[in-house]
């Protein structure tokens, strides 16, 4: 384990002890949680660890089935009883409710690390105390629906804000992703977790106060809108992987036409992928360059094998086929909306960066963000791996001296110096800074540059053509 990580979850400890301690000596249990067992009217301790009880076990149920979200975060249903508790008993019921009821089978089963576990508990304590400490100093309990309700929405967000922050910082030191794209990741999913669970927690707790303290079974019939948001969840995390699992299938499709292709979109997709999180994009641009790395060649399909295999060079009119193929694929994803944003990549993949390049000719910032770096990916792969018109690849410090050899001219120049910084550099030597943009004759039919793909076959002591895939 990291050193930053061990210190990191130590704070987190020592933070949760600190603040349940202090809390549950600052604060009494409010008697509202307290479920009547003996049938007196007085409400004794036994009653209100009773309601405590209660909303661990609804909690722990809640717990039992955690969604997984693409980027490694945990979604659970528990909070809506931990909201709940928090509206009834106060700051010190919130953080024991946060800190037992989410333990989740596979922490009983040992198929978490004790460390991972323990991180993941004291990264929800804290949250939950502060949560109900605002909740407390904005009125929670009070006789007006309204002002309880913003009170406990009040604690909830500051629950939800502090608990993703110190779980996307967890996640940064582990990984080793930036804080931002932490925090960015998995947000619009927690965001609307926030949003649904936090008016039911409310509810729950305005049930179980109104029906009084015989009626606590009434908000057991919360069971279903808890399970079917649970499912709401489930089902956007596996219609995503599914998703992308058909893309990926079609991918494989169209590399293994050749044999020499076969895993190239996949390893397009890697590559541009951590390009794209050196220069810190957003979730959204990371999620395209994912798609579209994978559909970047989709449009070979409408390539005859005839060309598409040739080991020769091939001539004008078949470079000409071969140069089609970003405009046949955007054409070919073009009907599926959800795909929009991964239609330029698709048809710009190929463009250079001073407008030597096909099929449009754009030149520097004309050519979308992503489409370059996914032309910097597409064209190091092909650098090192082997083709039929070179059965050796490039050394990875070739390749890198390819990339710094043309930049400005058919690389961007900040994508280059984005690619050094990425794990497919390490260890490589970088033959220097980036050159500074400038002008080559423009060419009609071989465009001249580096070893990018899919245009012609052309020998390696030839620099001015470009290989293709």
């Known amino acids: 384990m990291p050193r930053a990580l061990k210190i990191y979850i130590v704070g987190l ?42 909303w661990i076990a609804i909690g722990l149920v809640a717990s039992a089935l955690p969604v997984k979200m693409p980027r490694g975060m945990v979604v659970a249903v528990s909070s809506a009883p931990i909201f709940a508790a928090m509206a009834l008993g106060g700051p010190a019921v919130a953080g024991w409710v946060a800190l037992i009821s989410t333990i989740e089978p596979r922490e009983v089963q040992g198929r978490i690390p004790w460390y991972g576990t323990l991180a993941n508990h004291a990264s929800l304590v804290p949250p939950a105390v502060i949560a109900g400490l605002v909740a407390e100093a904005l009125g929670r309990g009070s006789p007006s629906h309204f002002i309880d309700f913003v009170a406990v929405m009040a604690g909830a967000s500051s629950m939800f804000l502090l608990n993703l922050g110190l779980a996307s910082v967890l996640l940064s030191i582990r990984t080793g992703e930036s804080l931002r794209q932490m925090l960015l990741a998995d947000s619009r999913t927690f965001a609307g977790s926030h949003i649904t669970l936090a008016p039911l927690g409310w509810l729950m707790a305005r049930m179980f106060a109104t029906e009084g303290q015989g009626g606590w079974w009434a908000t057991l019939v919360f069971a279903l809108p808890l399970y079917t948001t649970r499912l709401a969840y489930h089902q956007y995390v596996e219609m995503r992987e599914m998703f992308t699992q058909t893309i990926g299938a079609l991918a494989e499709a169209v590399d293994k036409r050749d044999p020499y292709t076969s895993k190239h979109s996949w390893r397009v997709k890697e590559i541009a992928g951590d390009i794209g999180r050196v220069m810190r994009l957003g979730e959204a641009d990371l999620e395209a360059l994912e798609w579209g790395g994978l559909l970047h060649d989709v449009g ?53 960066y001073n407008g030597s390049g096909y099929p449009d000719r754009l030149v520097a910032d004309e050519i979308p963000i992503l489409a370059r770096i996914l032309h910097a990916a597409d064209a190091f792969e092909a650098m090192t791996a082997a083709r039929p018109y070179r059965m050796v690849p490039l050394t990875p410090e070739q390749a890198l001296a390819e990339m710094r050899k043309f930049s400005g001219i058919q690389f961007d120049p900040k994508v280059v110096d984005a ?41 390696d002591s030839a620099p001015g053509l470009e290989p293709h895939n």
């Open 300 to 352: 070979k399909i409408g390539v005859g094998d005839d060309v598409l295999l040739k080991q020769e060079q091939l001539t004008r009119e078949e470079r000409i086929k071969m140069n089609y193929h970003p405009v046949l694929g955007a054409e070919i994803i073009a009907p599926v909306t959800r795909l929009k944003r991964e239609l330029p990549i698709i048809r710009h993949h190929h463009e250079w």
């Open 13 to 54: 400890v020592v933070l949760s002890v600190v603040s349940l301690t202090a809390t549950s000596l600052a604060f009494k249990v409010d008697p509202r949680i307290a479920i009547d067992i003996d049938g007196s009217a007085t409400v004794s301790d036994l009653d209100k660890l009773a309601g405590i009880l209660f």
């Open 419 to 459: 690619f050094v910084k990425t794990k497919w550099a390490l260890g490589v030597h970088d033959p220097g800074a980036p050159v500074v943009v400038r002008q080559v004759p423009m060419i009609t039919d071989v465009a001249a540059g580096a070893a990018k793909a899919d245009t012609g076959r052309a020998a």
